[in-house]
Each structure stands twice: as structure tokens, then as C-alpha cells.
């Protein structure tokens, strides 16, 4: 069965460290993956895509993601937290018109 | 423009009412969603519909019956309302059936 998994439920950072928030895949093709963001009180934003191509993709607020296919992965980084980054993060896979969510992983920043 | 706009954002209601969230794009998507997120951040495809037919409904209770006017609007009534419905619900559109745009969600209360 197709299945996007987040396997932290919640993660700290301090502000200005460094962030990889892990991602894996569950499909019979490669999918097309994104990753979401979600502010409290907020809908969803999105942060970036991978369709297909370059590995390495660059998102919005300086966020990147490395599709890595022989992990089934998609990790989204950011070499340096602010605290306005505190929300929650949710990847999606499809190869359909379905769109299969992860459970989603709170992100605090502390100062 | 807002390019995915719900109605109402916020909508507090008791048990046993009869309710619809409105939901509209203005991008010119085929392709219209309605999401469930609950308690736990969770979300959930509840329905899907491409050109005013619906393609995609998952298992959900038929209290819950979405209507497409046009295909621009996506709407979802729901009838004898319980408190697990309580929860925000995400309308989405997209183009392509792979890259969706998100509305802001509406939070619905069952007292």
C-alpha cells in the first residue's frame, strides 16, 4: 500500500542549529513529494516539491529537501532555525490524484 | 486574490444540526479536494472531484455529502452532526491532480 511516514512526532531545536526532519516513502513508482507547512491557526503552506530531476531541491524560507531513492527518503533541511519556523511540517507523496499525507512532525525552536 | 477561500473559517455548532462549509478556487483547477485533520494533526482525504464528478470518496460517513455547483466550487454539507466531527477541514484544489493549493481550513466545533 502507498504510505508516506514521518517517524518523529516532535522535535526541539535551539534557535540557529541546524534541522532535518525525516521523511520515507511507500510506493510502487517514485512519487511526486512535497512538503507542507503548517503555522498554528495557519492552512498549509507549501515549502517544496520534487518531481523529478536534480535531487536537491530548494524550497521557500531557506528550507531543501534531498530525494534520495535507494532510502525511499525525502528529508527537508534548514542549516539554521529561526523561531518562526516553530509549526508543523507534513510530507506528501502522490503518483495518482490522491494526495497521501504524513502524520506530520511539530517542530519547537527554542531561544 | 486568495486563490482557495473557505467559508466559514470558524464554525461552532450543536449536536444533531445540519451544517455546510463552502469552499472556492479561483485558479481554474480542475481538480478539488476536501481534507479532515484532526485532534491529532493528522489529515485524511474525505473526497475529491475533477470536473464536478466526484472521483475520490473515502470512508466516511454519509452524513457527510459533498456538492460541485461548478467547477470552481466544491462545497460539504453535513447532516446530524456528532462530536467527532469536530475537527478543521482543508479544501484544496489543483490542476495537474499532483501539486494542491490549500485554503486556510475551517474549524469546526460540535458542542
Known amino acids: 500500500a502507498q504510505s508516506v511516514t514521518q517517524p518523529d512526532i516532535h522535535i526541539t531545536v535551539s534557535e540557529g542549529a541546524s534541522l532535518e526532519l525525516r521523511c520515507n516513502y511507500s510506493?510502487?513508482?517514485?512519487?511526486?513529494l512535497f512538503w507542507y507547512v503548517q503555522s498554528p491557526g495557519q492552512g498549509l503552506q507549501l515549502l517544496l516539491k520534487y518531481f523529478s530531476g536534480d535531487t536537491l531541491v530548494q524550497g521557500i524560507k531557506g528550507f531543501e529537501a534531498e530525494f534520495k531513492r535507494s532510502q525511499s527518503s525525502f528529508n527537508l533541511r534548514k542549516p539554521s532555525v529561526h523561531w518562526s519556523d516553530a509549526a508543523e511540517y507534513f510530507c506528501v507523496g502522490t503518483n495518482t490524484d490522491k494526495l497521501i499525507f504524513g502524520t506530520g512532525t511539530r517542530l519547537q525552536v527554542f531561544p | 486574490d486568495t486563490a482557495v477561500s473557505q467559508t466559514p473559517k470558524y464554525l461552532v455548532t450543536q449536536m444533531g444540526n445540519d451544517k455546510s462549509i463552502k469552499c472556492e478556487q479561483n485558479?481554474?483547477?480542475?481538480?478539488m479536494y476536501w481534507y479532515k485533520q484532526d485532534s491529532k494533526k493528522f489529515l485524511k482525504i474525505m473526497f475529491s472531484?475533477?470536473?464536478?464528478?466526484?472521483?475520490i470518496n473515502e470512508t466516511v460517513p454519509n452524513r457527510f455529502s459533498p456538492k460541485s455547483p461548478d467547477k470552481a466550487h466544491l462545497n460539504l454539507h453535513i447532516n446530524s452532526l456528532e462530536l467527532g466531527d469536530s475537527a478543521v477541514y482543508f479544501c484544496?484544489?489543483?490542476?495537474?491532480?499532483?501539486?494542491?493549493?490549500f485554503g486556510q481550513g475551517t474549524r469546526l466545533t460540535v458542542v
Open positions: 510506493y510502487g513508482a517514485t512519487p511526486y
Open positions: 472531484y475533477n470536473n464536478k464528478e466526484l472521483i
Open positions: 485558479l481554474g483547477h480542475d481538480t
Open positions: 484544496a484544489s489543483s490542476q495537474d491532480g499532483r501539486r494542491a493549493f
